[in-house]
């Protein structure tokens, strides 16, 4: 071997053996940062915790508090309600001029428009099954996605729906 291939192997084992040395130290410090870490806290500590910062009591505040706590209740309710879609509306009609009618009435994706013929097979199997479907969606012949694709509707609103369906079949 020439003298520098010599040099470039010293050297070169030197620089294999200083990042060695590293590695270890990196490994030892791990270990080390890994063991001074608390443990995990017990749900008993925790438990303690949550009595001792608990709140000592509540504010009362007369007719004003009980006032401000029935305008909260009556905001909350409207604000379910609102969620609801058509706002949670039980007339099977509206539903069905709004939503199902897109496919029901032309038929897209196999559905069943309001002929009784279509509807034969299906009412056979029970109001449970079509209401079934109809929440949960159903593929087979045709495909019915969950509550028609709106899930903001209500089961009690679907049941409407297929009620005031079955009953305007042609």
């Known amino acids: ?9 010293k050297r070169f084992s030197l620089v294999i053996g200083f990042l060695a040395l590293v590695t270890l130290a990196l490994i030892v410090l791990a270990a080390f940062l890994h063991r ?35 305008a909260a209740q009556a905001a909350a309710l409207a604000a379910a309600s609102a969620n609801a879609a058509y706002g949670g509306t039980l007339d099977g009609k509206v539903i069905y001029d709004n939503l199902c009618g897109a496919c029901h009435t032309t038929g897209v994706g ?10 034969s097979a299906r009412i056979a199997q029970g109001n449970d099954v079509l209401y079934r479907h109809a929440i949960e969606g159903f593929t087979g012949a045709g495909i019915m996605p969950p509550k028609g694709g709106n899930p903001g509707l209500t089961d009690e609103q679907v049941k409407a729906t297929v009620d005031w369906m079955l009953g305007n079949l042609q």
């Open 110 to 119: 196999m559905a069943p428009t309001l002929q009784r013929a279509q509807w």
């Open 36 to 70: 001074s870490l608390p443990a995990e806290v017990s749900p008993a500590a925790q438990a303690r915790v949550q009595a001792r910062i608990a709140p000592a009591g509540a504010v009362y505040a007369g007719a004003t508090g009980a006032a401000a706590q029935a």
């Open 1 to 9: 071997m020439r003298n520098y291939d010599l040099e470039f192997l």
